[in-house]
């Protein structure tokens, strides 16, 4: 085997080990919790050394970074592919309400998990700057997804893009707590098509 042949074989190794060690930590996250959860378990689960392991990432904490910024950039991926700035605003509020109100109901990293590592980071002055870094990146995606709209005169050039997207991120945010605490009277599956009606009220010309 030849030396660039070598090389890409233990690339494609390295990434396969990477790959499954995500598979399980989000397997023992979903039954163990974050903070329950060990190494020990993850790699136990994955088949793998805690060598391994730490050949791949620093910390449980670090593991779990990589899950959530590969949804993440899946996430925000998905929505550009699907809106238009030349498309209506409730048109674009309700594909990115679909995508996210999908994504808590159906990835257990979000819905079981996300909430306990967001209450982690209100203890962990480190972690909670890394999480706040994060909701920029979506701040920052909405912010531009508005100022597109405004471009193409699909949403109202007299209101401040920064401030609608953080009370976007809020209505968001809100709406699925409430989904957690009182799901038979909040339901995600039907709330899209009426929120992304009302706030396009708000922001269409």
Do not use: C
Not at 5 to 26: F, N, P, Q, V
Not at 80 to 107: N, Q
């Amino acid at each position: 085997m030849s030396a660039i042949a070598e090389t890409s074989a233990h690339r494609k190794r390295g990434g396969d080990t990477r790959r499954l060690l995500m598979d399980a930590a989000l397997a023992i996250f979903t039954a163990e919790g974050y903070e329950r959860a060990t190494v020990d378990e993850i790699v136990r689960e994955a088949g793998f050394s805690k060598g391994a392991f730490y050949v791949h990432f620093e910390s449980k904490e670090d593991l779990f970074w990589a899950l959530l910024e590969e949804r993440i950039e899946h996430q925000q991926e998905a929505f550009r592919e699907a809106m238009s700035p030349t498309a209506p605003a409730a048109e674009s509020l309700r594909t990115i309400l679909d995508g996210v109100f999908t994504l808590d109901r159906k990835d257990p990293l979000w819905r079981a998990i996300f909430p306990e590592f967001a209450a982690h980071a209100a203890r962990n002055e480190k972690v909670r700057r890394r999480l706040a870094d994060l909701y920029a990146r979506w701040h920052g995606f909405i912010v531009s997804a508005l100022e597109a709209g405004q471009g193409a005169g699909r949403v109202r050039k007299d209101i401040d893009a920064d401030f609608v997207a953080s009370v976007l991120i809020a209505v968001v945010e809100g709406t699925i707590m409430q989904s957690r605490l009182a799901p038979d009277r909040v339901r995600l599956e039907v709330m899209a098509e009426p929120l992304s009606q009302l706030l396009a009220l708000w922001l269409e010309p």
